[in-house]
């Protein structure tokens, strides 16, 4: 399979255009995400149909909160990722792809599709699990069948991509989680050897786009978890991206590289009631029985709408439309529960 996004030079270098990084590959090389291969000038895909990892997962554990609450969503993932993320919680797939694939199975499109379609309760599929942006021309093909099928498409992503692979997706695609890891260029280079403003203006694009959008900011002590910092990006998220985008604080584990504590309770909290100053739907994850609000409540009338334990939630306030019962204010997509 060879990749969509790319230019050939005089040279024999390719240089890749999928995502902001730009590889310039020689022959016979790789560029940052190790999943593309400069063949005599045709830039290849080595891992086209590898899944690593594959669950039927409620959708709140993407986390979408506001994305068909209460159904569950087949769930597959890849190796690999355009990020080298030093705190990466998925790190074992993330952060590795195998160098010889000939013994893995290849599961097709159709398979995947297939798959979806026999489990109940399951409302589409999710890219998700590693950096679904490096399998590209894989999920993009998956999607177009899911779609075709009635299945909706949901992609977990770090939103490292290029404008116009973006806006491509957004034919197929239904709903985005984006994980914001920063607020400052400083930290995505050191950290993740990525750049922040590329993934700023990928949350503008799906913005723009229409589509359904949730973003999740992971809260590392003593790394992102700077209070000014912290609302500097909910000044961001208000203004660029709306008052209504729904934001998930996801409390950090010491993974990978990176071994500071995990996030007190405390600093969750405090960037949660910082954050409901100017964002009505805020939630807390990776916390179980935290006694901050993580039920979703109408912003216009202040009836309950959903309740939520773990990951399973109640819909108790919503029509069929999502909209609240109460004063008809539309806060979730929703088709049928």
Sequence with gaps: MVSQFYIKSDSGSVECQLCPHLCK???ER??????RINRNGLLELTQWGVIASSSLDPIEKKPLYHFFPGKMIYSIGGFGCNLRCSFCQNYEISQYVPQNIDSLRIVSPKEVVMKAKIHPNNIGIAYTYNEPTISYEYILEVAKIAKLDGLKNVMVSN?????EPLSVLFEFMD???IDLKAFTDNFYRKYTGGRLQPVLESLKEIRKSGKHLEVTFLVIPNLNDNMDEAKSMIDWIASELGEFTVLHLSRYHPAHLVYNPITPIETLTNIYHLAK???QFVYIGNVPNIEVENNTICPKCGNVLINRAGFYSSLVGLNSDGCCINCGFSVV?????
Excluded: D, P, R
């Design 175 to 177: 709903a985005f989680n």
């Design 277 to 279: 100053q100017k964002l």
């Design 30 to 35: 790789v560029g940052v995400c190790s999943t």
């Design 159 to 163: 939103g490292y991509i290029n404008k």
């Design 333 to 337: 997509t929703i088709e049928e529960f």
């Design 25 to 27: 590959i020689k022959n």
